[in-house]
């Protein structure tokens, strides 16, 4: 069983920074793929970026376009998502997300485990 708890989220002017952490608990947390995801109010949930067991990351190249950063430390069984340069378009409920299973997805049916999320606010 892998659980999952976001934290980092906030308010934040257009053009700023926030860095979310997602915090997990399992004895396997290190060899899942981990995403981020995110959901805006009268929208579908989006995929943001993941990072594979070894460290390998893909993004939603066309929403972040290089702005945004995944890490894990897995001494800490931690996932972060640096976010820069953040836009009012950015606003929404950021989600962490284990996936069990083989190779990294951007599809959210390939993941097992879901926080319960953070919200991000940005202002113009």
């Avoid at 995403?35 to 989006?46: C, H, L, M, S």
């Avoid at 894990?72 to 950015?90: F, G, Y």
Wanted: glycine fraction near 12%; charge should be positive; charged fraction near 20%.
């Amino acid at each position: 069983q892998v659980q999952l708890v976001e934290s980092g989220g906030g308010y934040v002017q257009a053009g700023g920074s926030l860095r979310l952490s997602c915090a997990t608990s399992g004895r396997t947390f290190s060899r899942y793929t981990m995403g981020w995801f995110r959901q805006a109010p009268g929208k579908e949930r989006e995929f943001v970026g993941a990072i594979s067991w070894s460290g390998s990351t893909i993004y939603n190249v066309a929403s972040v376009k290089g702005r945004f950063t995944i890490s894990r430390d897995k001494a800490k069984n931690t996932v972060d998502l640096q976010m820069n340069s953040l836009k009012p378009e950015d606003t929404a409920v950021y989600y962490c997300a284990a996936d069990s299973g083989v190779g990294v997805h951007g599809d959210s049916y390939f993941y097992d485990y879901w926080g319960q999320g953070t919200q991000v606010t940005v202002s113009a």
